[in-house]
């Protein structure tokens, strides 16, 4: 049983047992019924404040974070990286060691991971990740969340792919968290695009024991036979713009089209973080047809954040 999570860093999902992470899911159904219901405040973190630093643009973590932070009765505050005295030179760890005296919890999107980490080191409050190079755990458990309500809570069941880039930072948060609750994903991405080092050992430390399972297979419509999901993300992540040529033209084979989703099962659902780069690596008749579940997903964002905050900040 999990009595509690106050006071935690939330940096990778690698960092919380199957428990912890289904605790976290579970609370997060019943904020969104409760919002669903019409009970938009819901006071448990009154007087509390969240600051949030962005080194890359955003849309939906920023806004997700800032409204579920004000319905839990607190409040947040957008910070630009290059508008404090980070952007001069100030440092990471003398930034967090100040903050921490004024805020109740830290959220970051920032370029490199260990920035995350140094960051938590040296803050007392909790520091979220929201996205780095490596990872995007906040969206990841979101995503899960929405597969949970689509497919069912046993992942084991499911076939779900991703195909794209697998290097991709929310690829890396889904691996961990649908291995870390026993799950299996494959992913279909060329040679050269797989996955990071440091993450798959993760899996296998963290995500095996709990019978996580990943595997690659090269040729995506091979991958997507009589899948149950099937996801996505951009050629051209925040920072790798200098080689989207090389990009482009390594990953062209995997565009989800029509074609595509209908070698998955009839009843498939198709996923993106957004921001998406239509006709890149997703083509509107798909994002736009039958299958596309991406607003439901962007939407949970919201509602997964809020147990995020409600559980660990202090
Ligand atoms: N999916 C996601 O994190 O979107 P933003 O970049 O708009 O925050
Ligand atoms: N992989 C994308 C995710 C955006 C939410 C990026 O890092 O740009």
């Known amino acids: 049983m999990v009595t509690s999570l106050k006071g935690r860093h939330f940096l990778t999902l690698a960092d919380y047992t199957r428990e912890e992470l289904l605790f976290i899911l579970d609370t997060a159904h019943q904020f969104k019924q409760r919002y669903l219901a019409g009970e938009r405040i819901i006071p448990l973190l009154p007087g509390r404040h969240l600051a949030m630093i962005f080194e890359k643009p955003s849309t939906r973590t920023r806004i997700s974070f800032e409204t579920a932070m004000r319905e839990l009765g607190g409040d947040a505050l ?3 990286w290059r508008d404090l005295q980070l952007g001069r030179g100030e440092t990471i760890e003398d930034t967090a060691r100040v903050l921490s005296r004024y805020v109740d919890g830290i959220m970051a999107r920032v370029y490199e991971h260990e920035k995350l980490e140094k960051m938590a080191e040296y803050s007392r409050v909790p520091v979220i990740n929201g996205l780095s190079d490596l990872l995007h755990p906040a969206q990841a458990l979101s995503d899960i969340y929405t597969i949970f309500e689509r497919k069912g809570r046993d992942l084991r069941r499911l076939k779900i792919v991703f195909v794209g880039d697998g290097g991709d930072n929310v690829l890396h948060s889904l691996m961990l968290g649908i291995g870390i609750l026993g799950g299996k994903i494959i992913i279909s991405s060329p040679k050269g695009y797989d996955p990071n080092p440091w993450i798959t050992k993760l899996f296998e430390e ?13 040729d995506p419509y091979e991958a997507v036979k009589d899948a149950d999901v099937v996801y996505t993300d951009v050629w ?10 090389r990009r482009i033209r390594d990953l062209e084979p995997y565009r989800v089209t029509v074609e595509l989703m209908e070698r998955a099962k009839g009843d498939a659902v ?11 690596e997703v083509v509107d008749e798909v994002i736009d047809g039958r299958w596309s579940i991406v607003w439901d997903q962007a939407e949970n964002r919201k509602h997964v954040q809020k147990a995020i905050l409600a559980l660990l900040i202090p």
Do not use: D, T, W
Request: hydrophobic share 25%.
């Open 78 to 80: 957008y910070l630009n």
């Open 206 to 218: 963290k995500a095996e024991p709990n019978g996580g399972e990943y595997e690659i297979v090269r």
């Open 236 to 245: 051209v992540s925040m920072g790798q713009e200098s080689e989207r040529e």
């Open 270 to 280: 198709f996923m993106h973080c957004l921001p998406a780069h239509r006709g890149e």
